[in-house]
Nanobody
Framework: QVRLAESGGGSVQAGGSLRLSCVGS????????LAWFRQLPGKDRERVAG?????????ADSVKGRFAISKDVGENSLRLDLQMNRLQPNDTAMYYC?????????????????WGQGTLVTVCS
């Protein structure tokens, strides 16, 4: 059973940076799709960034050029990071990492059905 756990959230002034991390285990393949989502209360989850099993990446338009996703997937553990720069108040949300271990690519086919518990990011103006 794959488990994911996020860390790195917190409060930051607008223009600042944060780095979110997600550690996981229990996966049986090193080629899987991973992504970061965010959600505000009462809103749908939004995919912020994704990376597939061949390191192809995709970003939401709202974060392009500011956020960078990266991963390190080993046989027994994985790490997914999200470097967030030039943060804005509308980046405030709960951030979740997610995985689909059944496909390596493409990201648009991924069914992210494994989730972490989330980490809160608050950006103050």
């Amino acid at each position: 059973q794959v488990r994911l756990a996020e860390s790195g959230g917190g409060s930051v002034q607008a223009g600042g940076s944060l780095r979110l991390s997600c550690v996981g285990s229990g996966h049986t393949t090193q080629r899987l799709c991973l992504a970061w989502f965010r959600q505000l209360p009462g809103k749908d989850r939004e995919r912020v960034a994704g990376i597939d099993g061949y390191d192809n990446t995709i970003y939401a338009d709202s974060v392009k050029g500011r956020f960078a996703i990266s991963k390190d997937v080993g046989e027994n553990s994985l790490r997914l990071d999200l470097q967030m720069n030039r943060l804005q108040p509308n980046d405030t949300a709960m951030y979740y990492c997610a995985a689909d271990v059944d496909i390596a690519m493409p990201l648009w086919r991924a069914n992210f059905n494994i989730w972490g518990q989330g980490t809160l990011v608050t950006v103050c103006s």
